[in-house]
């Protein structure tokens, strides 16, 4: 059994945004975190709430590995989505139908 990969938190602010997603993010989207930290990419910020339909958004700094995302088994209430809408910023992630949870970065 291979011991799970460590998670590069690059500072106390990393780190402290890390705890909050992994108490408050629906466990769906909390998978998809956890690998774009492996994969590198950073926190950018989190979002309470995260435009008019999200409570809770978290905002990664480069754009998300969707290929290597695309592997994960996502349950069914998590789902991709895509913002073009020009009062946000262009961004695209994915999306829980349960709690409304987003999670994202820029496009590429």
Same mark, same amino acid.
């Given at each position: 059994?291979?011991?799970?990969?460590?998670?590069?938190?690059?500072?106390?602010?990393?780190? *402290?945004?890390?705890? %909050?997603?992994?108490? $408050?993010?629906?466990?769906?989207?909390?998978?998809? /975190?956890?690998?774009?930290? !492996?994969?590198?990419?950073?926190?950018?910020?989190?979002?309470?709430?995260?435009?008019?339909? *999200?409570?809770?958004? %978290?905002?990664?700094? $480069?754009?998300?590995?969707?290929?290597?995302?695309? /592997?994960?088994?996502?349950? !069914?209430?998590?789902?991709?989505?895509?913002?073009?809408?020009?009062?946000?910023?262009?961004?695209?992630?994915?999306?829980?139908?349960?709690? $409304?949870?987003?999670?994202?970065?820029?496009?590429?």
């Amino acid at each position: 059994m291979q011991a799970a990969p460590e998670l590069r938190i690059l500072n106390i602010y990393d780190d *402290s945004i890390y705890r %909050v997603t992994k108490m $408050k993010l629906s466990s769906g989207l909390q998978q998809i /975190v956890d690998l774009e930290i !492996e994969l590198g990419n950073v926190v950018a910020r989190i979002d309470e709430p995260a435009g008019t339909r *999200s409570p809770l958004g %978290v905002v990664f700094e $480069k754009p998300l590995h969707l290929e290597s995302l695309n /592997v994960l088994p996502l349950p !069914e209430s998590v789902y991709y989505w895509e913002s073009t809408d020009p009062h946000y910023e262009k961004e695209r992630g994915y999306a829980c139908r349960l709690t $409304k949870h987003v999670v994202s970065g820029p496009f590429n």
